[in-house]
């Protein structure tokens, strides 16, 4: 089984950018699709993004799209989510995450990092 530790939160500003990175081990991590996950206090934990084994397929949240941008460095075991203009409304813990073999969907992830904090002040 594959183990995930997210790094790269931190508290920005709005408009800022910052890149996070999810590193993998215990695993074939080219043979898992990854996505990235985020909860907000008091709210459920909502998709972001996701990436095939590949990185040819990628699907995004339509609240981050065109912000936001989720790619990986097999080589690295790693997977990234970079991201640009935030807002205070991205405010959460951000969780990496990965299923193996599985579809570049919302669901069915079943391996979840420790989280990592983005706070973004107005």
């Known amino acids: 089984q594959v183990q995930l530790v997210e790094s790269g939160g931190g508290l920005v500003q709005a408009g800022d950018s910052l890149r996070l990175s999810c590193a993998a081990s215990?695993?074939?991590?080219?043979?898992?699709?990854m996505g990235w996950f985020r909860q907000a206090p008091g709210k459920e934990r909502e998709f972001v993004a996701a990436?095939?084994?590949?990185?040819?397929?990628?699907n995004y949240a339509d609240s981050v799209k065109g912000r936001f941008t989720i790619y990986r460095d097999n080589a690295k075991n790693t997977v990234y989510l970079q991201m640009n203009s935030l807002k205070p409304e991205d405010t959460a813990v951000y969780y990496c995450?990965?299923?193996?073999?599985?579809?570049?969907?919302?669901?069915?992830?079943?391996?979840w990092g420790q989280g990592t904090l983005v706070t973004v002040s107005s």
């Open positions: 215990g695993g074939t991590f080219s043979s898992y699709t």
């Open positions: 990436i095939s084994w590949s990185g040819g397929v990628t």
């Open positions: 995450a990965a299923k193996y073999w599985g579809a570049v969907s919302t669901t069915s992830y079943n391996v």
